[in-house]
């Protein structure tokens, strides 16, 4: 016969599981568990002036997803509009919210048809924030190799390897560099709006492009140093109209003409006579370059020329050689751009150039 327990025990148990049943039964069914998403269009955007400067441009937003999504606030249960990406559309960002950034965008790229959107920062990378990871470093525009020009190949591969690299390796590895640091010459002294080669009390004005009217505008120079082993002095020019800078070299002590520039900040290899400078491109990417110094024609050989498209050089004088023909530089991505008092993210890069290959 069954005890009194164990008679009642099953139905204990059962009415136990049933209290919790009804207890969750009103959770489940509050209306705020469900969140309906109306379905809107372009037209639920708030309209504004399209951007005709970007220039006036906080940032830019860039994204990798083949869709994205317009908010219409700054709220991830506000309604949205899922939109497919377009390689030529533009993300203006204005604001930076918790999760969103405010953007500009012109629907079909119609300034005159612009609205103000939110959108997810999980979804786009901002100009500031940008790296070179998922980046083909190797992708070059073209390239020029001892007098021959290539269009067709798109890879650094035939000269060599490019790759990213620890900012404690570029430091390290700077205190080691192989290629001679300028030094300022004593001797030469900015003197009633000329550079002047002051010896023993005998004055010589360096013959170069000072406050020349060219086509391009007026030219302005800046004293950079000296070079120990081509004992030439090097000027940066540039002028106010242009975005062009060149780094000419001069002779103080010969009458020689000498027609030797960069188009970047130089760096000497004595040891090879070469002299290399590597430099942001104002159209796309930046350029790197060796040439071959000829003292007998105080001129230069160009040897190679490549156009990088996927960074840019920051601080060009930073920019040095180690040994094994390796070259290290800081770089950022080509879209990168400060804002707001945020700064780039800066990377570095070592190339490494095949042996022997100049």
Request: hydrophobic share 35%; aromatic share 14%.
């Amino acid at each position: 016969m069954k005890t009194l327990s164990q008679l009642f025990m099953p139905s204990i148990i059962v009415a136990f599981v049933g209290c919790n049943q009804q207890n969750k039964a009103p959770e489940t069914n509050k209306p705020e568990a469900a969140v309906t998403q109306r379905s809107i269009t372009f037209a639920d955007f708030k309209k504004i002036k399209g951007v005709d400067n970007v220039q006036d441009v906080p940032f830019q937003l860039f994204t990798k997803l083949d869709s994205v999504r317009f908010f219409i606030a700054p709220d991830k249960d506000a309604p949205y509009l899922k939109t497919a990406y377009h390689k030529l559309d533009n993300y203006y960002g204005f604001e930076e919210f918790d999760d969103f950034y405010s953007i500009h965008y012109s629907i079909n790229n119609n300034i005159s048809n612009s609205i103000e959107a939110f959108v997810l920062k999980s979804e786009f990378t901002a100009s500031f924030d940008m790296t070179l990871q998922g980046l083909d470093l190797y992708q070059i525009r073209s390239s020029t190799f001892k007098g021959t020009d290539d269009f067709k190949n798109k890879s650094f591969k035939k000269f060599g390897t490019i790759t990213e690299v620890s900012e404690q390796e570029f430091k390290t590895v700077s205190k080691k560099r192989i290629d001679e640091v300028l030094v300022k010459n004593p001797l030469i002294q900015l003197k009633g709006g000329n550079w002047v080669y002051n010896e023993n009390g005998k004055e010589k004005v360096i013959a170069q492009h000072e406050n020349v009217s060219t086509e391009d505008g007026l030219l302005s120079n800046e004293y950079v140093g000296q070079s120990p082993y081509l004992q030439l002095e090097i000027f940066k020019e540039e002028s106010v109209d242009t975005p062009d800078v060149y780094f000419s070299f001069y002779s103080v002590k010969s009458s020689a003409n000498f027609a030797i520039f960069t188009g970047g900040y130089p760096q000497i290899l004595p040891h090879k006579s070469l002299i290399s400078y590597a430099s942001s491109n104002h159209d796309t990417g930046s350029d790197f370059t060796i040439s071959k110094y000829l003292e007998q024609n105080h001129n230069q050989e160009y040897l190679l020329y490549v156009n990088f498209t996927n960074f840019k050089i920051a601080d060009e004088s930073k920019a040095f050689w180690a040994e094994n023909d390796t070259f290290y530089a800081e770089v950022y991505p080509t879209n990168s751009a400060p804002s707001n008092g945020k700064k780039q993210k800066a990377s570095f890069i070592k190339i490494q150039l095949k042996a022997n290959l100049l």
